[in-house]
């Protein structure tokens, strides 16, 4: 016997949604969610109850959720058995329930002239690459810039250069284009670099570096962009020169490959970095 999945505490909403089925429930989860974001202002709250693996399941959450007024129900059951258990116990209940996939999979099969395969997990087998994305760049958002250095034990990948030599950019195209999880770190002269960046094995940290000529001219122009002097400290050539040069020896001491990403798009730089992994 197959245990029930966890059914939240009830919340202060105007409506509780609830998605069932009989996977990993993503997919739902995603369309009511989608549906919700329809409704902005309104207090809805939304729950995943993934699983569901034995019909004799059903009426016994059905119950649960029974208690948890007004709820709604979206499920993504494959298998014909469980949608017709659950529209029955909903039905009982009076609670209202929506086959979020089971209209379009019907039309399909039949334009193509065939039956669906009842087999769970293809869907989530579908969307893993997406969702392996989406907490990709979840994860480049929070270690962006160096917020929380123990974050980076968990990278795939770890950026780190001066400021302007596109570490940001390049994390979040690494993360929507490849999934992987890019933490960056900015090296300042006269602050120490992390020391969980020296405890990572060689490869997963990349330096950028880029022309000082070149970096002089998007500093002056980043200044003028925010109304502040280009004689501010920032874009002093000699300055860029000197952090540079910090930034180098960090990386001599790392051993990391060095990227140089003067006069490159954002993809140029990712696929040289990408090259580098293999």
Do not use: W
Not at 21 to 30: K, L, N, P, Q
Not at 99 to 112: E, K, P, V
Not at 179 to 206: D, H, I, T, Y
Request: hydrophobic share 40%.
């Amino acid at each position: 016997m197959f245990t029930d999945p966890t059914i939240p505490d009830p919340q202060t909403t105007s409506l509780a949604v609830y998605t069932l089925s009989d996977s990993t429930g993503e997919t739902a989860e995603a369309v009511a969610r989608a549906a919700a974001s329809q409704f902005p202002g309104q207090r809805l709250s939304i729950d995943r109850l993934p699983r569901v693996l034995e019909v004799g399941q059903i009426p016994r959450i059905v119950e649960r959720l029974a208690q948890r007024q007004p709820c709604l129900i979206g499920y993504t059951f494959v298998v014909p058995g469980f949608r017709e258990a659950l529209e029955t116990a909903a039905s009982q209940h009076g609670i209202p329930c929506v086959d979020l996939l089971g209209t379009l999979i019907r039309t399909m099969g039949s334009m193509l002239g065939m039956q669906p395969s009842p087999r769970s997990g293809l869907l989530h087998t579908l969307d893993a690459e997406y969702f392996a994305r989406m907490e990709a760049i979840e994860f480049a958002i929070k270690f962006d810039d160096g917020k929380d250095p123990r974050g980076l034990l968990a990278a795939d990948i770890v950026l780190t250069g001066v400021s302007r030599t596109s570490k940001t950019p390049t994390c979040m195209y690494l993360a929507q284009n490849r999934g992987m999880r890019a933490g960056n770190v900015p090296l300042v002269k006269g602050v120490a670099a992390p020391p969980e960046m020296f405890s990572l094995e060689r490869g997963r940290v990349v330096g950028l570096t880029i022309d000082p000529a070149l970096l002089y001219e998007i500093r002056v122009a980043r200044l003028a962009a925010m109304g502040l002097p280009r004689s501010s400290d920032y874009a002093k050539f000699e300055n860029i020169l000197s952090e540079l040069q910090y930034a180098g020896d960090i990386m001599h001491r790392l051993g990391c490959p060095i990227v140089d990403v003067s006069h490159k798009a954002i993809e140029e730089t990712a696929s040289e970095i990408l090259l580098l992994l293999r």
